[in-house]
């Protein structure tokens, strides 16, 4: 059980831990938190944007689309590694998910498949958008993979949680593939690194 980390302690967190952070218009008060609860928090989900364009997947992230209402995650990770805080609180990152897979993630044990879609994702995950196109091809950048490890690596930090905290939207949301480019394998594996 753990309390969502306060504006400026999410903040701290990042800065840290190293990374270059832009706080984007009124993002400590930009949340969907009248739609729904916020906390208790239990993971950090990463996601790719489908998008390209720094300043354009910023805003896109920033205000969501039609249907779609922002925050569409609390950073976004640019290619270039820099982290910008859009939202602060509930946002609309994570869906409905797995029920198993919360489950799994509080234990910090294996993930089982993600089969359900039954469990309000929203409320309990901290989110990363990247900017990646998404399909395959599009690179990930050294800069912007050390900037997604040291996002993750500096939540879990202050939570006291393992790497097995840190999911990928496709391991949570049957019929999602994001991230896709690498395995969430393989950034948990840095992550492990990071916090030792
Ligand atoms: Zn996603």
Same mark, same amino acid.
């Given at each position: 059980?753990?309390? =969502? ?8 967190? !990042? *800065?840290?831990?190293? !990374?270059?952070?832009? &706080? ?12 729904? =609860?916020?906390?208790?928090? %239990?993971?950090?989900?990463? %996601?790719? #944007?489908?998008? +390209? ?9 920033? $205000? /969501?689309?039609?249907?779609? =209402? ?7 990770? #640019? $290619?270039?590694? #820099? ?5 602060? /609180? ?5 869906? !409905? /998910?797995?029920?198993?897979?919360? *489950?799994?993630?509080?234990? +910090? ?17 901290? /989110?990363? +958008?990247? +900017?990646?196109l998404g399909d395959g091809q599009d690179p990930w ?8 490890? $040291?996002?993750?690596?500096? @939540? ?14 496709? &391991?949570?949301?049957?019929? $999602? ?9 393989? @950034? *948990? ?8």
């Amino acid at each position: 059980m753990a309390s =969502p980390l306060s504006a400026s302690a999410f903040l701290d967190a !990042l *800065r840290d831990e190293g !990374l270059t952070v832009v &706080e984007v218009g009124d993002w400590r008060h930009h949340n969907r938190n009248h739609k729904g =609860p916020w906390g208790p928090v %239990h993971g950090v989900m990463i %996601h790719h #944007t489908a998008t +390209e364009g720094a300043a354009r997947t910023v805003e896109l992230c920033r $205000k /969501g689309y039609t249907g779609l =209402p922002g925050p569409l995650c609390h950073g976004v990770i #640019t $290619k270039d590694g #820099t982290v910008h805080l859009v939202g602060h /609180g509930r946002a609309n990152h994570a869906g !409905l /998910g797995d029920d198993d897979v919360l *489950r799994a993630v509080i234990a +910090e044990k294996a993930l089982p498949h993600d089969n359900e879609a039954n469990t309000d994702g929203n409320r309990h995950f901290y /989110g990363f +958008e990247c +900017e990646n196109l998404g399909d395959g091809q599009d690179p990930w950048p050294p800069a912007q993979l050390a900037a997604m490890e $040291k996002a993750a690596a500096a @939540l879990c930090r202050r939570h006291g949680w393992t790497e097995r905290s840190v999911i990928g939207h496709l &391991e949570w949301q049957p019929g $999602k593939v994001d991230p896709r480019g690498f395995t969430m394998a393989w @950034l *948990r594996e840095r992550i492990r690194d990071r916090l030792k």
